[in-house]
């Protein structure tokens, strides 16, 4: 019983596409492999499926490379002079775009000015007096954010040393504590407008046997404070 003709036409199924496109490459490059082998034939064979993905054969006994030389050779024609062609003009671009951006720069900086006529130093001028503009206002954004900083460093340190100096001051209301003011501690306890503050504080005994076993200069505290 014969089987009735295919029609030819595109696969809308997906899965059933990629099924038909599977088989059929491998069909093709049994029958080139089958060329190759039996009449000594040089094939090629490059396919892309719907996908993107490149499928490709070559006969083991020649190279892509050399396939397409000897495909041009034959032909008379060269398959790479219009891409060689486009990538120098893209490369003169490029240099010309060097060329122009090396100029500008030596202008900047005050050289190859004897060439510019009136407009153009004007306009170079102009283009200065701007650059200079976002550098100042740059710099001033910076030294504003350094201000802060050190404005925000400086009310933190201020805020511990008054927490420091509360701290003493409660202290010094404690009956357990009392500044030492007689004649050994004079030298140490003091004000100065330049140098450290120094407070010698000498803790009570809250019972008789406080001392005992000990000195009197065991108790004694002392916490310099800077203004």
């Known amino acids: 019983m014969a089987r009735g003709k295919i029609q030819i036409k595109r696969i809308e199924n997906t899965t059933n596409r990629q099924v038909t496109y599977s088989k059929r490459r491998n069909g093709l490059f049994k029958k080139a492999n089958e060329l190759t082998v039996l009449c000594d034939a040089k094939v090629s064979i490059i396919m892309f ?8 054969y070559i006969s083991p006994s020649i190279s892509t490379k050399q396939f397409f030389d000897q495909y041009q050779m034959t032909v008379g024609i060269d398959l790479w002079n219009s891409h ?3 990538m120098q003009e893209n490369l003169r671009k490029l240099k010309d775009v060097n060329r122009n951006l ?6 900047r900086m005050g050289d190859c000015l004897n060439d ?9 001028e102009e283009e ?10 740059r710099k001033y954004k910076m030294i504003t954010n350094q201000i802060d900083q050190h404005r925000k460093k ?3 340190e201020k805020e511990v040393h008054n ?11 404690d009956p357990r504590y009392g500044l030492v003011d007689n004649g050994e501690y ?13 407070f010698a504080l000498s803790l009570q005994p809250s019972h008789p046997n406080a001392h005992s076993g000990g000195t009197a200069a065991s108790d004694l505290t002392t916490y310099p404070l800077l203004f």
């Open 186 to 198: 004079e030298s140490v306890i003091g004000f100065s407008n330049l140098g450290p503050r120094v």
């Open 128 to 137: 200065m007096d701007k650059a200079s503009k976002v550098i100042r206002e």
């Open 84 to 86: 060689y062609e486009h």
């Open 116 to 124: 510019l006529g009136i407009e153009e130093l004007k306009l170079l």
């Open 49 to 56: 499926s719907s996908t993107g993905k490149l499928h490709e």
């Open 163 to 173: 927490r420091l100096l509360r701290d003493l001051d409660a202290r010094a209301e």
């Open 102 to 107: 090396r100029q500008e720069i030596r202008q």
């Open 154 to 156: 400086f009310n933190n």
